[in-house]
């Protein structure tokens, strides 16, 4: 299996590589970028290469497939959508993602997050697909329910990061429910 390359109208969701590391660390060392993320800002660019490192080797291990959203006009990373877990019995994987703060709010996560879903159940072929994220965090669960994705409930104290206990709203799809 090699990383996928996914085309919708204006993105390239693909591999990232060492090369794209200034892209990342552009919007990666902003702190307000992993305000609700697990990962502190990068401080310097080899925060940014051992990402990519990491990222590699963590889909060659089949745990965690990280797609660069590439910005076609552009040619420029803008931000990642992974999918993890998508090896599991269960054929469930869990969608994270993170979007240069530049180019929120123009419909960019939606349209990556719905290529995903859908080489998820056409391809990987997964029964369920799901995300979470903070109950405060609405841009990313507003990015969740346009795709499609149910509200399940809210995972009180699911994950400690950066010091305390946070809350999760956790949404999925499944293949039932989903259509093109």
Known sequence: MQIPELDTERLKLRGITPEDAGDIFEYA????????LVWHPHKTIQDTIDFVQLAERMFENREWIVLGIELKEKKKIIGTIDIRGWKSVHRCAEIGYVLSKEYWKKGITTEALSAVIQYCFDLLKLNRVEAHCEDDNTGSWHVMEKCGMKYEGTLRQRVFIKDRYRSMKMY?????????
């Not at 060392?29 to 609700?36: D, G, H, N, R, T």
């Not at 999925?172 to 093109?180: A, R, V």
Request: hydrophobic share 30%.
């Open 172 to 180: 999925s799809i499944l293949i039932s429910e989903y259509s093109k």
């Open 29 to 36: 060392s902003i702190p307000e970028i992993s305000k609700y």
